[in-house]
């Protein structure tokens, strides 16, 4: 089975400033996806952002960036310049290219305040 | 695109009576959506996956006698929480798949639930 680790339960960054956010999986597929996904307090998931495993290319989206280790099955968000909006929890999750039902593995989740 | 409307958003109810939360997809058809479970400060927790048209999957530990699932059609699933009782107090989020392999899925607002 998958499992998605998250080692930062809270983070805080200044506004404008940059944080990088950790994830880390364990899988034994070779085909999968990668996202992070936002939930400000309301509760909605947000995606941010996705990422393709078989792409070696890093998945950037405006401010949201990642840095994909497939082979360390890393997985970390970059937010720059972060603005007050940006906190929320942030949950990393893994989900199989096998077929497209398949469901998320979610990760614990990191808090990210965002200080004025 | 890739709207997915959940209702009601809260809802209070008497222990021992049921509830039925709807999941629906307005502007693509699902065939499977998923429900999950967030219990406060922790991450989304997989209940079951429904699929459009046959009997849903529950994950271990979740009660299918408790937790009904109707998937009756391509735009709308629901789940009914029989008999309930202050335990089943939630957030209760259910998400779907406009179909396109690999993207990431829309999720619902959530429903929270309590029960007194």
């Known amino acids: 089975a998958q499992t998605v680790t998250q080692s930062q339960p809270e983070m805080s960054v200044q506004e404008a400033e940059t944080v990088t956010l950790s994830c880390t999986y364990d899988t034994s597929e070779s085909d999968y996806y990668l996202f992070w996904y936002k939930q400000p307090p309301s509760r909605q998931m947000i995606l941010v952002i996705r990422q393709e495993a078989y792409k070696q290319q890093n998945a950037t989206e405006n401010r949201f960036s990642v840095n994909f280790q497939k082979a360390a099955k890393s997985f970390s968000l970059k937010i720059s310049d972060s603005q007050l909006g940006d906190a929320a929890m942030y949950f990393c999750a893994y989900r199989s290219a096998d077929n497209y039902g398949q469901n998320f593995v979610f990760g614990p989740g990191t808090r990210l305040s965002v200080l004025p | 695109g890739a709207v997915v409307s959940q209702h009601p958003s809260w809802v209070i109810c008497k222990s021992g009576t049921s509830v039925k939360i709807e999941c629906r997809s307005l502007d693509f058809q699902a065939t499977t959506m998923f429900w999950y479970r967030q219990f406060p400060k922790q991450s989304l927790m997989l209940m079951a996956t429904?699929?459009?048209?046959?009997?849903?999957?529950?994950e271990q530990g979740v009660e299918k006698d408790k937790f009904l699932i109707n998937h009756a059609s391509l735009t709308l699933s629901t789940l009914t929480v029989t008999s309930a009782h202050p335990e089943d107090s939630s957030f209760y989020i259910c998400?779907?798949?406009?179909?396109?392999?690999?993207?990431?899925?829309?999720f619902g607002s959530g429903t929270r639930l309590t029960v007194v």
């Open positions: 429904s699929n459009e048209g046959s009997k849903a999957t529950y």
């Open positions: 998400s779907a798949s406009p179909g396109r392999s690999g993207g990431g899925y829309t």
